[in-house]
């Protein structure tokens, strides 16, 4: 099988998505290609996210929130939602999941956490799938 890639998409692309990638970067090394977008991106990732982490060593700050594209989503095998809704454009061929996660935005590191535990759950799971 040819290396995977798989797509992040959240509204903002500071948070959720960028936890996940994160995440499947670390996790997965280069066995996957990790790419992240959002539907209107922010300025900058998320500053609790990035705290949250960093917690578990792992460092996103490299990273900044980029606009979703068509060529992004024809790029990826997986494409992962995370409430980005009907902004997220459909092609035939691609496994589309969407994952329902709180939003971190405005929210202190002490409810970040359970979402960022919660994103590495899943982010273990789709490694299962992909890697083995």
Known sequence: MNQPTV?????????RSQMAAGFLRHLAGDTVTVLSAGSAPADQLNPVA?????????DITAH?????????VQA??????????????????RRYE??????????????????????????EHLVRELVE
């Not at 900044?64 to 992004?72: G, I, Y």
């Not at 990826?76 to 061929?93: E, S």
Request: proline share 8%.
């Open 98 to 123: 969407d994952w329902e996660l709180d939003d971190p935005a405005g929210q202190p590191i002490e409810a970040v956490r359970p979402i960022r535990d919660a994103i590495k759950a899943k982010i």
């Open 64 to 72: 900044q929130p980029r606009l979703l594209s068509d060529t992004a």
């Open 76 to 93: 990826a095998d997986v494409v992962i939602t995370m409430g980005c809704g009907d902004a997220c454009p459909y092609f035939p061929g």
């Open 50 to 58: 990035v705290q949250a982490m960093a917690e578990l060593g792992i």
């Open 7 to 15: 797509l992040f998409v959240c509204v903002h692309n500071a948070g």
